[in-house]
């Protein structure tokens, strides 16, 4: 499986998978490097480090500057212009984290029928040997026998690849949130776990939902809008950063682009674009509460600023 990487394999990821799955990035054959032995090893698997977390983030902590960070602080997309990456950042593993997901910790899946408890590791989320997804995202993250494809070029859109071999600059570039796009089927990623959110309830007119709906348009109801087209195909006034008529303001919240067949045409700001996860949390986390995109729950100018971009009340 793993070790026949042949020519015809569409490997999807864009690092740590077919000819970039360097296995001394993560494993030591004897526990022992240039006749120093690896402290406090060997470790299961031989690994490099006695737990999967630790593993990752030995790269991924913003230590090795051309591994995207993805554990707080994070200051490497500080000269791009969204300045943070596409998923976000974790806090510290082992503790309880309410800006999003926490690692390390056995907790309940919030959202989900079954309530299962879990330790959440990288490898829950992401295939460690690469996959055909999107940034090697499991196929099945709950475990359950689902194959969930969330394929680049298919379903999300990136412009800039990483560089192989790996770049402070080319990461940056292909890391940061305004490289990607999105299409298709990422809710539904998110709601193998969180299933109770895995479709919408819906309600009696006027009113069309009872939870926040996901993959809906924004001109889904024309006639009895809930939302306000015309202010997000705009991009401007209350809601969007750089409005000068009120106080609040932040970059547009990403969406999904359902016509969209590439880079350019999965960025482009219209009515027929559908609300998801995305629009409102990040995938790792970010320093709001709930992994939320804005301070929500926090209060302050910009409480509402994702909500009225789409609603404008
Ligand atoms: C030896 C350092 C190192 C270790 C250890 C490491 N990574 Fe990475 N990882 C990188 C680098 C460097 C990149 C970016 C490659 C580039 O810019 O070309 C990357 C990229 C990634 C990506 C993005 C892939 C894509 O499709 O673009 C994911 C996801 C990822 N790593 C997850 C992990 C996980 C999970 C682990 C632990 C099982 C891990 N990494 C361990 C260095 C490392
Ligand atoms: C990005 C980190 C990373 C890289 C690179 C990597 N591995 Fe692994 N490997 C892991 C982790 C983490 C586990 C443990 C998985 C688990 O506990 O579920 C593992 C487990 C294994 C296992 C035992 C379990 C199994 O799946 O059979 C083998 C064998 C293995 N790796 C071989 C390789 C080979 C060969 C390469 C290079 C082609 C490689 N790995 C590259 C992270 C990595
Ligand atoms: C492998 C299962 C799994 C997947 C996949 C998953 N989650 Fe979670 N999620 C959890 C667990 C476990 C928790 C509870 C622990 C915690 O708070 O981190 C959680 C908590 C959350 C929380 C609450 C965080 C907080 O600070 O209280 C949010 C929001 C969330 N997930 C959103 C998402 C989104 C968005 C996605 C898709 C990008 C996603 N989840 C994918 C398992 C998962
Ligand atoms: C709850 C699921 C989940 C967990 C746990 C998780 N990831 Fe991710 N990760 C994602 C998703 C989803 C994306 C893609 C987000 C997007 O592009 O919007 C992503 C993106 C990434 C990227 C691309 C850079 C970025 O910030 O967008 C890297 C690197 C990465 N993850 C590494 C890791 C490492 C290392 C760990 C463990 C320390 C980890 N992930 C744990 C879901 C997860
Ligand atoms: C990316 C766009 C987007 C964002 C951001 C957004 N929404 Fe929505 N919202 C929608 C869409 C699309 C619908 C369904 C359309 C409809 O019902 O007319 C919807 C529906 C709703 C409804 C239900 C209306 C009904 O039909 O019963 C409420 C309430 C709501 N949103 C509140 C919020 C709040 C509060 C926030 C901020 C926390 C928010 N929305 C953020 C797009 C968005
Ligand atoms: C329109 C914005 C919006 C969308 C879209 C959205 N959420 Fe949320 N979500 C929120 C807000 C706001 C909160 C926290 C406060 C609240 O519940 O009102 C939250 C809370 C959560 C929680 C924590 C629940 C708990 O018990 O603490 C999870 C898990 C979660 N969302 C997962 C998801 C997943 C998975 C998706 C996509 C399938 C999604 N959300 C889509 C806005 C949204």
Redo the contacts with the bound molecule.
Sequence with gaps: MIFVFSSSTVWGGQ?HIGASLDCDDCHLQHASKQGQSLPGGPYTYLLLKDN??AL??S???GTNAT?????AP?DMYSSTSSQ???????ET?GIDNPHG?T?GVNMLVPLQNEGNSIT???????AVHGNSN????RYD?AGVGATIT?EEGLD?FTQNNPANPPTVSGSIQ????DN?G?KND?SQ??AS?HNQLATNSSSTPPAHFNAHPNNVAINEYAGSYHTDPTHWVLGTGEGFAGDTSSTMGIPRV?FLAPTASDYTTSKIAQSSNEVFC?SCH???GKDNKKSLLWPYLEGGNDYIAGCQQCHYK
């Design positions: 690092w999967i977390n990752c983030l790269c991924h902590d591994a995207p960070d993805v554990q994070v943070e990456s596409a998923a976000g950042y974790f593993v997901h690692l959440l590791t990288c490898a829950n989320c992401h999107y940034r090697n995202l993250p969330l999300v292909a890391y940061e949130r990607v999105y990422f990623w998110c776990c990403p995305g990040k995938a790792h």
